[in-house]
C-alpha cells in the first residue's frame, strides 16, 4: 500500500507524514525536500535523505531560486534522488518517503523512473505529491497501488491516523 497526499501549500502535508512515520515505527528511507528560508526570493530547494538529521550543503540543492524564478537541477534530481530510491528499495523493512514531488522533477527522467520501481514494489511509500502539477505526476496519482489522500485544515489533524491505518492495513495483505 503506497500513499500520497495532495493539498494546498503549507496545509499541513509533511506535518501529517511526519506524526504518521512517528506512529508507524519503521526506519524511513528515501528523501524530503525542503526550502531552509521558503519566503526569500533567493532561495534552494534541498534534498536529504528522509532521515538525515543535517543541514543541507549547496550539493543537496535541486532548484535555485533567483529573483524568486526557480531553476530546477534535473542532474541533481536524477543522481541524488535515484540513488537514495534505489538504496531505499533494498530495505523491505523500511517505509519510503517520497515528501515531495512536483514540478521540479519535470524532466529528471532517471529520478522518475526509480519513483515507478518503487510504486511497483512492495515496501510501502509515503508521499507528497504538489497539486494542480499535471504531467510527469500522474504517474504516481494515477498508480493503481497508490491512494491519494487530500489534506484539508478540517481533515488534517486526523490524517496521520488514516495514513499509519492503511499503511498498516497493507502490510497485513503483503
Known amino acids: ?3 500520497f497526499l495532495t493539498g494546498d501549500v503549507q496545509i499541513g502535508k509533511s506535518t501529517a507524514i511526519r506524526r504518521a512515520i512517528a506512529q508507524l515505527g519503521r526506519p524511513v528511507y528515501g528523501f ?3 526550502f531552509t528560508d521558503r519566503e526569500s526570493a533567493e532561495k534552494s530547494l534541498y534534498m536529504l535523505p528522509a532521515a538525515a538529521e543535517r543541514a ?4 543537496d540543492a535541486v532548484a535555485v531560486f533567483s529573483g524568486g524564478r526557480p531553476t530546477p537541477l534535473t542532474a541533481r534530481f536524477d543522481a541524488l534522488g535515484a540513488s537514495l530510491l534505489r538504496a531505499a528499495q533494498a530495505h523491505p523493512e523500511g517505509l519510503i518517503l517520497m515528501d515531495e514531488c512536483g514540478r521540479f522533477e519535470r524532466e ?4 522518475q523512473r526509480e519513483i ?3 510504486l511497483d514494489g512492495d515496501i510501502p511509500v509515503l508521499g507528497g505529491v504538489r497539486q494542480g502539477v499535471l504531467g510527469w505526476t500522474e504517474l504516481i496519482r494515477s498508480h493503481p497501488r497508490v491512494t491519494l489522500l487530500t489534506v484539508t485544515a478540517e481533515n488534517r489533524d486526523a490524517m ?3 495514513i499509519a491505518a492503511l499503511i498498516a492495513k497493507g502490510d497485513s495483505h503483503a
Do not use: K, W
Not at 56 to 59: A, F
Not at 108 to 111: E, K
Open 160 to 162: 496521520p491516523q488514516t
Open 1 to 3: 500500500m503506497h500513499v
Open 56 to 59: 543541507p550543503g549547496q550539493e
Open 116 to 118: 515507478a520501481r518503487c
Open 32 to 34: 524530503r525536500t525542503f
Open 108 to 111: 529528471a527522467y532517471a529520478f
